[in-house]
T-cell receptor, first 113, second 111 residues
């Protein structure tokens, strides 16, 4: 089954403790991205990647890192999480930059206390 | 700054009603406008619109884009309780390869 898989689905952590949210897609998609969704602000892009080893900042990259060492995986790293990073996070992928109908993962609800 | 505004914020209808959702934008040089449906989890893709004035249909859902007046509408006819969701509009720009989302419209369909 074609899908985008995120882990974990729920995470509660403390300020400053490094964490990684994993994202994996099995569709051989080139383009992957991370979004956060907050009430009243909608979905905002954090980082995106057009292919292996090619990543770039989205609208709200501060406090986040990503890597794209292999095509299927695009982890989101929070080196020192803060409470303002409490949010619902989505990973998305699409075939390539011209195919804009992105497929979304199931979401990761992160709470930083 | 690119802006995508959806209206209304939320609405409640009864089964069988028709709903019309609006997406207005202030975005230059975008490649496509997309509609997504978000229930309790991930957004799922509904439509992609690239040309003005051409209606896209899928069952009871339809959508059209007006590039002159800078808006798109999503219509749902003969609504069912399963249509209850947040509907998201987004614009894709090739420059920056990003989707800019509106805040969404929450639709509740009552039996």
């Amino acid at each position: 089954e074609a899908q985008v898989t995120q882990n974990p689905r729920y995470l509660i952590t403390v300020t400053g403790k490094k964490l990684t949210v994993t994202c994996s897609q099995n569709m051989n998609h080139e383009y992957m991205s991370w979004y956060r969704q907050d009430p009243g602000l909608g979905l905002r892009q954090i980082y995106y990647s057009m292919n292996v080893e090619v990543t770039d900042k989205g609208d709200v990259p501060e406090g986040y890192k990503v890597s794209r060492k292999e095509k299927r995986n695009f982890p989101l790293i929070l080196e020192s999480p803060s409470p303002n990073q409490t949010s619902l996070y989505f990973c998305a992928s699409s075939l390539d930059r011209s195919r804009t109908e992105a497929f979304f993962g199931q979401g990761t609800r992160l709470t930083v206390v | 700054e690119d802006k995508v505004v959806q209206s209304p914020l939320s609405l409640v209808v009864h089964e069988g009603d028709t709903v019309t959702l609006n997406c207005s934008y202030e975005v230059t040089n975008f490649r496509s406008l997309l509609w997504y449906k978000q229930e309790k989890k991930a957004p799922t893709f509904l439509f992609m619109l690239t040309s003005s004035g051409i209606e896209k249909k899928s069952g009871r859902l339809s959508s059209i884009l007006d590039k002159k007046e800078l808006f798109s509408i999503l219509n749902i006819t003969a609504t069912q309780t399963g249509d209850s969701a947040v509907y998201l509009c987004a614009l894709f720009k090739a420059a920056g390869n990003k989707l800019t989302f509106g805040g969404g419209t929450r639709v509740l369909v009552k039996p």
